[in-house]
């Protein structure tokens, strides 16, 4: 059982570049998000999706794009990378009925936009 | 303005003692809490939860407290373990079973000391 599955795990991008950083989870989770690190900051909700075919915003979803067309994938957009952007960047998913559980997290991808 | 506050990044415990790490909140709405650890260069690992309507939680060496009136939480960790120095999350989830994703505390740091 391969969990949350995030690709790549490092990236460098030039400023104004495009680029998606995927995630895949093989739980059959409806639940997914996604979430950037900096430091200091802890952990910012950026999009999420409660199933196929439906996302929301998060926190701070400016600059960054989601679909869910399946249920295991929910890749994340960047649509002109910004230097602001340059952070860990983490997929979780869960159980709609998982409250108390939580969410099952991939093991993130580093991206540094210079 | 944060909703999720760890007012201490860091907490240093001898091995064998107790560690207790602290999460205030100030949304009332949140239906669940939920503690996470993690380790550099891996993303978070679910380790208990707490519904709103509960007041202590146990599973093993960790125990969740909820003091809903004071609008905190804290995590013990007895008897603390060298293996258990790691970053703490406090973090959150809204009345939907966690539909939108999670509010996240910016973390402490636990050193356990030999």
């Known amino acids: 059982n391969a969990g949350v599955t995030q690709t790549p795990k490092f990236q460098v991008l030039k400023t104004g570049q495009s680029m998606t950083l995927q995630c895949a989870q093989d739980?059959?989770?409806?639940?997914m998000s996604w979430y950037r690190q900096d430091p200091g900051m802890g952990l910012r909700l950026i999009h999420y999706?409660?199933?196929?075919?439906?996302?929301d915003q998060g926190e701070v979803p400016n600059g960054y794009n989601v679909s869910r067309s399946t249920t295991e994938d929910f890749p994340l957009r960047l649509l002109s990378a910004a230097p602001s952007q340059t952070s860990v960047y983490f997929c979780a998913s869960s159980y709609s009925t998982q409250g108390a559980s939580g969410y099952t997290f991939g093991s993130g991808t580093r991206l540094t936009v210079v | 303005d944060q909703q999720v506050k760890q007012n201490s990044p860091s907490l240093s415990v001898q091995e064998g003692r107790i560690s207790i790490l602290n999460c205030d909140y100030t949304n009332s709405m949140f239906d669940y809490f939920l503690w996470y650890k993690k380790y550099p260069a891996e993303g978070p690992t679910f380790l208990i939860s707490?519904?709103?309507?509960?007041d202590k939680n146990e599973d093993g060496r960790f125990t969740v407290f909820l003091n809903k009136s004071a609008k905190h939480l804290s995590l013990h960790i007895v008897p603390s373990q060298p293996g258990d120095s790691a970053v703490y999350f406090c973090?959150?989830?809204?009345?939907?079973?966690?539909?939108?994703?999670?509010?996240f505390g910016k973390g402490t740091h636990l050193i356990i000391q030999p």
């Open positions: 739980m059959n989770h409806e639940y």
């Open positions: 973090a959150a989830s809204g009345t939907g079973g966690g539909a939108d994703g999670l509010t």
């Open positions: 707490i519904s709103s309507i509960k």
């Open positions: 999706s409660v199933g196929a075919g439906i996302t």
